[in-house]
């Protein structure tokens, strides 16, 4: 798993970078399967919207196997270390619903600043990703990118505790206008499985999701090692502190789990989980 | 303005049409404009968000010329009373602001079940329709429709005053999710100056909008004026007791009226109105 030239090149200009059904239908209905069983769950890692509906669900990669291949598969780590030019840990993992009706709003922000506050980590060496476990429509709360707003670096936040029900350093309304007037807004979507990388420092939100369509995908923040967070001051849960390199396992370790389980070949995503 | 037989026999079979394009971006421009003026001002008709930012005004067509002009207009008036085979009222004229940054959550319903309860309309020969004062995008809170759910009735529905500013006669999940899965969603966009119209009993709804792109519409209801309402409960400004089928203007009474108020002929849509 190498990005060419074309990728890197878009990724280093618009800060974002797709990559269309990395993970196989059947690896991705396995991590579906998996994540509705989390959010069943009352975990104190689970936190549920204020309807009661899942929200995010932190660190499943630390007590579910499937999750736990997620976290270290070469289709994943690989691309983010040719990137940094160094090897990578897992500062973060979760997954987020946006559940079906009541998935809530994200307010824009960049997740850099509350690595830095919130952390402590020196450098926006750190990478988003976001694996589709539904598919990613413009209708279901997509996230939505602000392109090339990572070169603006830090910019001024302030701490909003009342619109989301998750603490985030949000930007203020003319900031979002400025650089979304410059370089406008992108949506992507696409099928279960897919990968969206973006810096630390990329604006990004979503809306909230009314469609009985669910859009759940994995979350995941992977951190340069040499680029370790030095004052943490969340739970361990959220901010982890094992900065070990991650060993990849073999390309074929999710799927073979996929097949064990016995996980059809074509087994569509599951669109209406959260009524059953 | 004719639809031919192709547009009459989609919207029999969807519920809904799209004309893109109907206004000029010039006429389109004037609406906006006004549309502007009418939310800055403090009249009993305009409702607001929680957060203050403008939610609706109603009946601007009988305080407003150019919102006067647009409510006789033929290319709004012919099609429907052609669908119809018989001369229409204006039974609710109103702005929908869909703020920028702000712009709330229209929860799934249909709008006939409001004005039988509220209004005792007789049957659902009342046409709904969308001007676009903005480019409807995907991103900043389109109208969602489910097609052939009109086919269903009157659906059953709980009286809603808790998630909206406004009262709904919204729909439960089960309900949304079944008509979901049989027809899916449409979610129509296009630039300033289209006209969408759909069927009292079709399905509907809309997320927030956290983008800078504000996304006005005029949103009225034409109703047959044999089917005019019985037992009215809501203000006169809201649901109209003016049942006299309405006399069209000018083809192009609107186009003079933004000549004469020298609004250019590529003036592009106010995508930050909101923030000045």
Do not use: C
């Not at 998750?166 to 499985?193: C, H, K, Q, S």
């Not at 370790?253 to 959260?274: F, K, T």
Request: proline share 7%; hydrophobic share 40%; glycine share 6%.
């Amino acid at each position: 798993m190498k990005l060419n030239k074309d990728q890197i090149d878009h990724f280093n200009r618009e800060g974002w970078l797709l990559l269309p059904e990395l993970f196989s239908v059947q690896e991705a209905a396995l991590l579906t399967l998996e994540a509705e069983k989390i959010f069943a769950s009352t975990r104190p890692e689970v936190w549920r919207e204020k309807s009661g509906a899942p929200r995010t669900a932190f660190a499943a990669h630390l007590y579910n196997q499937a999750f736990g291949v997620l976290a270290a598969h070469p289709r994943l780590i690989q691309p983010i270390e040719q990137i940094f030019g160094e090897r990578v840990y897992m500062h973060q993992f979760k997954i987020n619903a946006k559940s079906a009706f009541a998935g809530d709003v994200w307010q824009w922000h960049q997740d850099y600043g509350t690595w830095k506050r919130d952390d402590g980590m020196p450098a926006p060496r750190a990478m988003n990703i976001a694996i589709f476990l539904d598919e990613v429509k413009s209708i279901n709360g997509p996230l939505m990118l602000v392109p090339r707003s990572q070169m603006e670096g830090d910019l001024e936040a302030s701490h909003d505790l009342q619109t989301t029900s998750y603490p985030l350093w949000t930007l203020n309304e003319p900031t979002v206008a400025r650089l979304v007037e410059r370089a406008g807004i992108v949506a992507p979507t696409g099928r279960a499985g897919g990968m969206l990388m973006f810096h630390g420092n990329l604006v990004h939100g979503s809306a909230g999701n009314i469609t009985p369509y669910p859009r759940r995908i994995v979350y995941l923040t992977l951190n340069a090692v040499s680029n370790y967070i030095r004052s943490p001051s969340r739970p361990e849960y959220i901010a982890h502190r094992d900065f070990r390199p991650i060993e990849t396992v073999a390309d074929d370790a999710l799927l073979r789990l996929a097949q064990a389980e016995q996980i059809s070949r074509d087994r569509p995503a599951v669109a209406y989980g959260n009524l059953t």
